[in-house]
């Protein structure tokens, strides 16, 4: 049970490029979540997923799109890649129900933008 | 979702109790309080939960007075190994069931020998 994964660790993009985030989890979880975290800050939320084929915006979505195309996996896509983008992402999933706020986080993602 | 307001740093010794409060004068009727730590290039971590008086784990004790303005988090005998970010989170598990959390600066706790 490997929890919450992903791909890559790092990764150096230069001004408008574009990559992809991949966020898997084998909990079967029905909610996914992509943050941003940027150096002595907290969480901010980009977008989410409520389950399978759903996505909704957070916080901070502008520059961001995502997909969820299966329920174990949640993509997050940067189009042209900007320096304010560079930044730590860290995916999250947790099971419905409303019994705990306790989310599951990756290990984390290291974008530099130049 | 309710403001939360936790002081930036703190500092420690090993083997001392760490209580960390966080004030939420905002906190709804349907709000639970949320303690995540995180560690230096790690996701964070779930540590506690509760809504009112004391919850207790393995791991650490929440206080929650019975107007819930404010919380605190407790760390009893604290190690080097809990050097780390604390953030404490209130929301309503009931919005959407989405459970999006708002993280704050946290606080930073630093434990020294």
């Known amino acids: 049970n490997a929890g919450v994964t992903q791909t890559p660790k790092f990764r150096v993009l230069k001004t408008g490029q574009s990559m992809t985030l991949l966020c898997a989890q084998d909990?079967?979880?029905?909610?996914m979540y992509w943050y941003r975290q940027d150096p002595g800050m907290g969480l901010r939320l980009i977008h989410y997923s409520v389950g399978e084929g759903t996505t909704a915006k957070g916080e901070v979505p502008d520059g961001y799109n995502v997909s969820r195309l299966k329920k174990q996996n949640f993509l997050l896509g940067l189009e042209s890649a900007a320096p304010s983008q560079t930044s730590v992402y860290f995916c999250?999933?947790?099971?419905?129900?409303?019994?705990?706020?306790?989310?599951?986080f990756g290990p984390g993602t290291r974008l530099t933008v130049t | 979702l309710a403001k939360t307001t936790q002081p930036i740093s703190m500092d420690s010794y090993e083997g001392q109790e760490v209580n960390i409060t966080c004030s939420h004068n905002n906190i709804a009727t349907n709000d639970y309080i949320t303690w995540y730590q995180q560690f230096p290039s790690q996701g964070p971590r779930f540590i506690i939960q509760?809504?009112?008086t004391k919850v207790t784990n393995e791991v650490a004790s929440l206080f929650i007075p019975a107007d819930r303005k404010s919380s605190t988090l407790s760390l009893p005998r604290v190690s080097l190994s809990d050097t780390a970010v604390y953030y404490c989170l209130v929301g309503d598990l009931a919005s959407g069931g989405y459970n999006k959390l708002i993280f704050g600066a946290g606080t930073r706790l630093a434990v020294h020998p």
């Open positions: 509760g809504y009112k």
């Open positions: 999250a999933s947790r099971p419905p129900g409303l019994e705990t706020y306790e989310q599951y």
């Open positions: 909990m079967n979880h029905e909610y």
